[in-house]
Every structure is written in structure tokens, then in C-alpha cells.
């Protein structure tokens, strides 16, 4: 009988380390306080944002985070995009512009009687 409640301390003491250990670690099921309204964790322009700002981003490191090497990998594929829409969109301001030049300046031609 001496043996058997031993063993049952052993197995409770033992649980007992466990579930300190995976509380420390894993947190305790708290979930993060929501951010105030407009608030970010981050810091972006409120403007246009480029790809040099997705670049510059940098998160805050956490035991339980993201891994880094997932979340750089995804900022620079945005960045990427982010630098070829904005290539784009200059290239078309450009030739809007271009066509805008050769266009006559009194707009497409009419005639008397109003069409």
C-alpha cells in the first residue's frame, strides 16, 4: 500500500512539473488585449506605401512568434510587388501624360450644329 501512494506522489508531482513547464512556456490561454481603434504595431507611412516600407518592417520578437524566416520571406515577395505596381503605375501616369501632350487642345473636334 506504502508503494502504490508513492508512485501516485511520483506520477502528481511529476504532472505537476509538466503543467508549470508548458504554462511557462505555451502562456496560460490569455489572449493579447485588442489594440486601440487606429493603433498598429507597426509603423507604415499613412500615405502610399512602397516597397522600402515593407522592407523596413520589423516585428517584435516573441517566444511564441512567427517564424522569422516565413514572415521576412512574405514581406519581401510584398515589397516586390508592391515596387512592380508602383513601376506600373508611373509607366501609365507617363504615357497618359505623352498622350494628353498630343492631344488637341480644344478636345475632340466638333462641329457647328453641336455634335
Known sequence: MGTALIYLLVVVAVAAV?????????????????????????????????????RELRFQQAVRGYRMAEVDWVLERLAEELDRVGADREALRARIAELEERAPAGGPHRTDDGR
Not at 26 to 50: M, N, V
Request: hydrophobic letters at 50%; charged letters at 20%; proline letters at 11%.
Open 18 to 54: 509538466v503543467f508549470v513547464l508548458a504554462a511557462a512556456v505555451f502562456g496560460r490561454g490569455e489572449e493579447l488585449a485588442p489594440l486601440a481603434p487606429g493603433a498598429t504595431p507597426t509603423r507604415l507611412p499613412a500615405g502610399e506605401i512602397s516597397g522600402r516600407d515593407v
